[in-house]
């Protein structure tokens, strides 16, 4: 047979078997030369696709780097001229390199040269006959100056997550079918299912087995991104093709893998996460007084007050309008708010206003950082000063600029913090403040790109007071965490329009535990502090106490997102990847590891439905029940009128918590309590009788201890675990705290707790006996203790056993970092 008959029929038969054209890549790879970890060649254009979008570049260079690793990174450039690409001074040096050490599974390349494709699959024996996880075989692969194309296969049953920023009506995945638009605006979040402030072309893709990878276009341009019920699409308008793959194979370690290459979170000085006061339109320094006394009147914790563009004369920067905002009684009110450790934060736009009387202007001019049109001028806007020009904040000399104006702005009150609004016109990332106190900063910004979560915390825009807002809050606080930006929240009550007392209500009970607390109104609509309303008031007292109790547990989460990733607020398929019941409960989120979050989210409800994966869920709120789902995952319906909400801790943790007070510095002033959460009876049972003697693991946690505000390389981490053992006196438990599990590279913190009390939840046996050690030496890791010094009984150590409820109180023992007590209860003592 001729060859062009056996090319024709195999043509047919692929027409006939998927129905359509099968697309190809125009190019062929050339002097491909592979050696270690990578591939390099040469892309050369066999023909045009679809020419009206301009010629294709002729050759293209190709770079494959990190086979072997987890993390592989392909780049396809123009090898003859400069085009954009996202400043890498912004991100970790590591960008650029493949994985490090943490890997688990590992990738291997796949690739032929004409039609060039690539793909990465795991190295793993049961996925060598699994689809690849990323794939351009069988899809045209396209590259013009203003038009580049590149798609890869994804299995059509997989869960895919990412490409915020958008306010998603119909929960965390995306749908398929759909093409999604990257390019960041100032578009009010409360319109769903579009494209907002900021741009994250990343996706997490979860198969029904619970594996999981990701991938990343390193790309600030605009694009579309098509995903189809087999395919994800980039149709992007310039720059270069420059994409990651990252292994997993569980959501935990995709994290890891991306946040490597883009930079992990910051850890926010700790008083960021108390709860703030913010409207657009408070009408001068006596009403924002007056609302901060009333938040104390009616002991609400607050922990900062911010001020929004009203401040400034005329909308300038730096300036306060003297006749209702005077800067020395405003400064004079800061250093009192200080006092009483509450926080001022004030906006601070971008743009300066162009106005030869202004200094931030003139200077700007002299220092000639203002972003420049074609014809060399500053490019002038309009924003609220009117007459705009932007610092170009990638212009070397931008840094010294804006550092300077902040100063001088600092020296005219002491702002602890800032935000940064307007901010969309570029994806500019900046380091925000540099305190000359060498404190940590504190930056809330509206537009984010990759990698703003090393440098800011930030909120989800403006979205309505309207139950739809309410509700789309959840999945839009959970995918800032997927992109990298943990310090994350919705405006509480609603920005635009009328919040009413229910819907405020509902919303502080959701969003006191958002990883970041804000209510923000805005200047045309009513006030809405907690205040305002008995009842918002009730449940604002009631809902930030115990999120200020669970501080030490939110905090030791910021450290595991900048030590490895992880959001702070997690979907719950993050833990349960496999149960296709967690990828749909879009109302519901985690908290760190263990602590579970259902709220109310629909007007009139006074009952909630919330899924409960595998496992024993204790209540912590009062009122709530306990659940039991040990034998499989379940739906619950959950009774909670107006002013409650749902807090469950997951068995098998050991959670830190303090005191509840008005402001975050007399929490960290309080003592500690540690809170044993069991596993179910069924998995005690199964662990009981078989071992004796033998101590089995029932519960862990862990505490990130620092100061709280310095930057300085001084923590450390402090274990919790929790045994039983079985003797011929009975079964006892013992809760073991051990330092320093993890420590700072300058040392240990010196900040110390006092553990006050333990409270065991789910102790089925008799208590006869509690006592408190101390171990000298230290256990070690993995040490299980065996021989123990007792402290000399505090005289105040009670216990009470109610139920399955244990609570021993009035321990005061001292935690530093060196630290290895133990607290031990049951019938007959554990130790030899
Ligand atoms: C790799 O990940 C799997 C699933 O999370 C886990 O079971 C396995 O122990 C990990 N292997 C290593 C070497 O970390
Ligand atoms: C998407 O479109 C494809 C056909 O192109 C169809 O087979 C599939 O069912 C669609 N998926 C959804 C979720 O609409
Ligand atoms: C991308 O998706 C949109 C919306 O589904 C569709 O209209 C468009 O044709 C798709 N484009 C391509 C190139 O597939
Ligand atoms: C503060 O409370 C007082 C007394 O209830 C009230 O008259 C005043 O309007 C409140 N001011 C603000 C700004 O909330
Ligand atoms: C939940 O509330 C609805 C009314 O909103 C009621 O019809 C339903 O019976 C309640 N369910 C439970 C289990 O209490
Ligand atoms: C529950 O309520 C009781 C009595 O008001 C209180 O002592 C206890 O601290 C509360 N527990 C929690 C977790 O809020
Ligand atoms: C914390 O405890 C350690 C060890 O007991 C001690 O050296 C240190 O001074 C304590 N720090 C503070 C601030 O009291």
Request: glycine share 8%; with cysteine; proline share 6%.
């Amino acid at each position: 047979m001729h060859w062009l008959t056996v090319h024709l029929i195999l043509t047919l038969i692929t027409y006939s078997l998927s129905g359509q054209a099968t697309a190809q890549s125009r190019y062929d790879l050339v002097n491909a030369a592979e050696s270690g970890d990578s591939l390099r060649g040469t892309l050369v254009s066999r023909s045009t696709a679809s020419p009206e979008l301009g010629p294709d570049l002729l050759y293209l260079k190709l770079d494959a780097i990190g086979r072997g690793s987890d993390t592989i990174h392909i780049k396809i450039t123009d090898p003859s001229s400069t085009r954009w690409e996202v400043p890498l001074t912004l991100y970790p040096s590591s960008n650029n390199h493949k994985g490090g050490g943490a890997a688990n599974a590992t990738l291997k390349l796949e690739w032929a040269p004409s039609p060039f494709s690539i793909s990465a699959k795991r190295e793993e024996e049961k996925e060598k006959s699994g689809p690849p996880l990323f794939s351009t075989l069988g899809h045209e692969l396209i590259f013009k100056d203003q038009y580049l194309q590149l798609t890869t296969s994804v299995p059509e049953d997989a869960v895919i997550y990412g490409l915020g920023e958008r306010t998603s009506s119909s929960g965390l995945p995306l749908l398929r079918n759909m093409s999604y638009t990257m390019w960041n605006r100032d578009r009010p979040s409360l319109f769903p299912d579009e494209n907002l402030y900021g741009s994250h072309p990343f996706i997490m893709i979860v198969q029904p087995d619970g594996s999981t990878h990701g991938i990343l276009l390193f790309s600030s341009n605009a694009m579309d991104v098509n995903v189809s019920h087999d395919a994800v699409q980039y149709r992007v308008v310039g720059g270069m093709l420059d994409v990651y793959c990252f292994a997993g194979p569980t959501p935990d370690l995709v994290m890891e893998q991306y946040t490597r290459v883009i930079g992990r979170p910051t850890v926010p000085p700790f008083w960021s996460l108390g709860f703030h006061q913010c409207k657009y339109g408070y009408k001068s320094l006596a009403e924002v007084a007056a609302v901060v006394e009333n938040y104390t009147a009616a002991e609400i914790p607050l922990e900062a007050i911010w001020t929004d563009i009203d401040y400034m004369s005329g909308f300038r920067d730096f300036t306060f309008n003297e006749d209702r905002w005077p800067q020395k009684p405003f400064k004079e009110w800061v250093q009192k708010l200080h006092d009483s450790n509450i926080a001022w934060v004030p906006i601070v736009d971008p743009g300066i206003m162009v106005d030869p009387e202004y200094d931030a202007y003139n200077k700007g001019l002299a220092a000639d950082i203002f972003i420049k049109e074609g014809s060399g001028e500053p490019y002038k806007g309009q924003v609220w000063p009117g007459p705009t020009h932007w610092p170009d904040f990638i212009h070397p000399d931008t840094q010294d600029y804006w550092q300077q104006q902040l100063e001088a702005f600092h020296d005219l009150a002491a702002f602890d913090g800032l935000w940064i609004d307007m901010n969309e016109a570029s994806n500019f990332i900046e380091d925000p403040i540099a305190p000359s106190d060498g404190k940590r900063p504190f930056a809330l910004t509206r537009s984010t790109f990759l990698g703003s979560g090393q440098y800011v915390s930030h909120w989800t825009g403006d979205n309505a007071a309207t139950w739809n807002d309410l509700r789309w809050s959840v999945s839009s606080i959970l995918s800032s965490g997927l992109h990298g930006i943990p310090h994350v929240g919705a405006d509480i009550c609603g920005f635009t329009g009328f919040t009413t007392e229910e819907l405020c209500n509902r919303w502080i009970l959701l969003g006191a535990f958002y990883p970041f607390a804000r209510d923000h109104s805005d200047f045309n609509w009513g006030y809405q502090e907690l205040y305002r309303w008995p009842s918002v008031q009730e449940a604002g007292k009631k809902a930030l106490g115990l999120r200020y109790r669970l501080l030490p547990h939110m905090y030791t989460a910021f450290q595991r997102a900048h030590e490895q990733g992880t959001p702070v607020a997690r979907p719950l398929f993050y833990h349960w990847p496999a149960d296709e019941h967690a990828h749909k409960a879009h109302g519901q989120f985690l908290l760190g590891h263990d602590i579970l979050i259902t709220p109310v989210l629909t007007e009139g409800a006074t009952n909630v439905t919330g899924y409960f994966p595998q496992g024993v869920w204790h209540a912590l709120w009062n009122g709530s029940a306990d659940i039991d789902a040990s034998k499989g995952g379940k739906h619950q319906t959950l009774n909670t009128p107006l002013g409650e909400t749902n807090v469950h801790v997951r068995g098998g943790s050991v959670l830190s918590m303090q005191e509840a007070a008005l402001t975050t510095a007399a929490v960290r002033a309080s003592p500690l309590s540690l809170l044993v959460a069991l596993p179910s009876l069924e998995e005690l049972q199964a662990l009981e009788g078989r071992h004796m003697h033998q101590a089995q693991l029932i519960a862990e946690g862990s505490l990130y201890v620092d100061d709280g505000v310095t930057l300085e390389d001084k923590w450390h981490m402090l274990h919790f675990a929790a045994y039983q053992v079985e003797s011929a006196e009975g079964i006892s438990g013992f809760l073991q705290i051990r330092g320093p599990a993890e420590q700072g590279n300058r040392g240990c913190s010196e900040v110390n707790h006092t553990l006050a009390s333990v409270q065991v939840r789910g102790w089925q046996h008799p208590v006869s006996l509690v006592q408190v050690h101390a171990h000298q030496p230290p256990l070690a890791e993995h040490q299980v203790l065996t021989r123990a010094v007792e402290l000399p009984s505090p005289r105040a150590l009670q216990w009470q056993h109610q139920g399955s409820d244990l609570t021993v109180s009035g321990i005061d023992a001292h935690l530093s970092c060196s630290s290895s007590v133990s607290v031990e209860w049951g019938s007959g003592t554990a130790y030899a």
